[in-house]
């Protein structure tokens, strides 16, 4: 029930807006009227008529409203008309985009100039601004002014002004590096092998007469 209510509720505001969108023309304007008198073409020309308005034509009883053809329109041939209308106040539905032709049919009014024109565009949106064709053009480069200056290329230093080639640098190819393994020590002359061997043989004969003692 509660997403039927929706629906009614959405569906009735949508009708409200249309309608409330809607434009009512009454034919003639307020100082006119559907009559021999009234300036009629000027009028359509002011107007403009969109989908969803509606054509009110208020006439007295020697007039009626005939819907007709383009060819009937202008020849003002009122023997076969589309539609024909005759309450005095009379309300047309603008229910799609087009031409749509109406005269008077009693005889010499539609020559009279009682005949209109109307044709009614899809929306009654204007359409979007264009861009201002005073507006300047943006700004383009002049072929006749001069290339910009490229930056000078850079110099590489000098052999003798870089860091590898200082004299003293620590990344000088002639200095010993930090990281280099030290040098292994030299292997102990032949001296030193014959005194440990004397010293081997005196503790071992030294420790052969304390066991013989015992």
């Known amino acids: 029930m509660a997403v ?3 629906l009614v509720c959405l569906t009735a505001m949508g009708m409200f807006m249309e309608l409330a969108m809607a ?4 034919v003639g304007g307020a100082s ?3 009559d021999t008198s009234t300036d009629l073409q000027s009028w ?3 107007q403009t008529f969109a989908v969803g308005d509606n054509l009110i034509f208020q006439y007295t009883p020697n007039h009626d409203v ?3 053809t383009k060819a009937d329109h202008d020849s003002c ?3 076969s008309p589309l539609q024909t209308y005759t309450d005095g106040n009379t309300v047309i539905p603008l229910t799609s985009p087009g031409k749509r032709y109406f005269i008077c049919g009693t005889i010499g009014h539609c020559s009279q100039g009682m005949q209109i024109e109307i044709d009614t565009l899809a929306t009654s949106t204007p359409p979007s601004a264009s861009p201002s064709p005073s507006s300047p053009p943006s700004a383009s480069p002049s072929p006749s002014s001069p290339p910009s200056a490229s930056p000078a290329p850079e110099t590489s230093p000098s052999p003798a002004s870089t860091p590898e080639s200082a004299p003293g640098s620590p990344l000088s190819p002639d200095a010993p590096s930090a990281e280099s393994p030290t040098l292994a020590s030299p292997p102990p002359s032949s001296a030193n092998k ?3 061997r004397t010293c081997l043989t005196l503790g071992f004969g030294l420790v052969l007469m304390v066991l013989l003692a015992l």
């Open 32 to 34: 006119g009227g559907w």
């Open 4 to 6: 039927l209510r929706t």
């Open 44 to 46: 359509v020309a002011s």
């Open 77 to 79: 041939q009122t023997s």
């Open 23 to 26: 434009a009512n023309h009454t």
């Open 66 to 68: 005939l819907e007709v």
């Open 194 to 196: 014959s005194s440990f």
